[in-house]
C-alpha cells in the first residue's frame, strides 16, 4: 500500500523552484502576457480579401467625362491625425498603454513620457513600427496589429505624446 505524501514534502516527487526561478518568472510573466496579447489582437485584425467582383462589359457608347471633384474642404493636419490617432490608440494600443503592461507607459503620464520624447519622433515612431525592448519593457511592433500602415501608427504615437505633454 502507498503512503500519501504531502505536496512540497521530499517524498512527493515534486521540484519547488528556487527563488532565483521564481523571480525570473515573475519578471517575464508580464512580457509573455503582453506578447500573447500582442499576438491575439493581430490575428483579431486580419480580414478576409474581399472576392473579385466580375467583370462588367464596357459600355458601348462612351460616357461623358464626369466633373472634376470639388475642392475637400481645408482641414488642419493635426485635427484630423489626431482623429485618427485616438481611434488606433482606442482599437489597438490601449490594451496594453491604458493599464501600462510589459511598461507600456500610460498617455497622460509625463514621467514616463518625458525621456522618451526627448529622443525625438523619429525614434518614437521607429520603435512603435518596429518593436523596441528596452529597460522597462517591450514594444510588439505596430502594437502586435499587423494591418496597421506606418501612418496609422504614427497617429496613434502622436495621439499619445500630445496626451502626455
Given at each position: 500500500?502507498?503512503?500519501?505524501?504531502?505536496?512540497?514534502?521530499?517524498?512527493?516527487?515534486?521540484?519547488?523552484?528556487?527563488?532565483?526561478?521564481?523571480?525570473?518568472?515573475m519578471?517575464?510573466?508580464?512580457?509573455?502576457?503582453a506578447f500573447?496579447?500582442?499576438?491575439?489582437l493581430g490575428?483579431?485584425?486580419?480580414?478576409?480579401?474581399?472576392?473579385?467582383?466580375?467583370?462588367?462589359?464596357?459600355?458601348?457608347?462612351?460616357?461623358?467625362?464626369?466633373?472634376?471633384?470639388?475642392?475637400?474642404?481645408?482641414?488642419?493636419?493635426?485635427?484630423?491625425?489626431?482623429?485618427?490617432?485616438?481611434?488606433?490608440?482606442g482599437?489597438?494600443?490601449?490594451?496594453c498603454?491604458?493599464?501600462?503592461a510589459?511598461?507600456?507607459?500610460?498617455?497622460?503620464?509625463?514621467?514616463?513620457w518625458t525621456?522618451?520624447i526627448a529622443?525625438?519622433?523619429?525614434?518614437?515612431?521607429?520603435?512603435?513600427?518596429?518593436g523596441?525592448?528596452?529597460?522597462?519593457?517591450?514594444?510588439?511592433?505596430?502594437?502586435?496589429?499587423?494591418?496597421?500602415?506606418?501612418?496609422?501608427v504614427?497617429?496613434?504615437?502622436?495621439?499619445?505624446?500630445?496626451?502626455s505633454?
Open positions: 500500500m502507498m503512503k500519501a505524501c504531502r505536496i512540497g514534502s521530499p517524498h512527493s516527487g515534486t521540484l519547488k523552484p528556487n527563488p532565483a526561478q521564481q523571480e525570473i518568472f519578471k517575464m510573466t508580464p512580457f509573455v502576457l500573447s496579447l500582442a499576438v491575439l490575428a483579431c485584425g486580419k480580414q478576409e480579401p474581399a472576392a473579385p467582383e466580375e467583370s462588367a462589359p464596357a459600355p458601348a457608347v462612351p460616357e461623358a467625362a464626369a466633373p472634376a471633384p470639388a475642392p475637400a474642404p481645408a482641414v488642419e493636419p493635426m485635427a484630423a491625425g489626431s482623429d485618427l490617432g485616438k481611434k488606433v490608440y482599437n489597438v494600443c490601449s490594451m498603454h491604458a493599464v501600462g510589459a511598461g507600456a507607459p500610460k498617455p497622460g503620464d509625463q514621467a514616463d525621456p522618451r529622443q525625438g519622433m523619429d525614434v518614437l515612431y521607429q520603435h512603435a513600427i518596429e523596441f525592448t528596452g529597460a522597462k519593457g517591450m514594444m510588439p511592433a505596430r502594437g502586435g496589429s499587423t494591418t496597421l500602415s506606418d501612418d496609422d504614427k497617429a496613434a504615437v502622436d495621439y499619445m505624446v500630445a496626451q505633454k
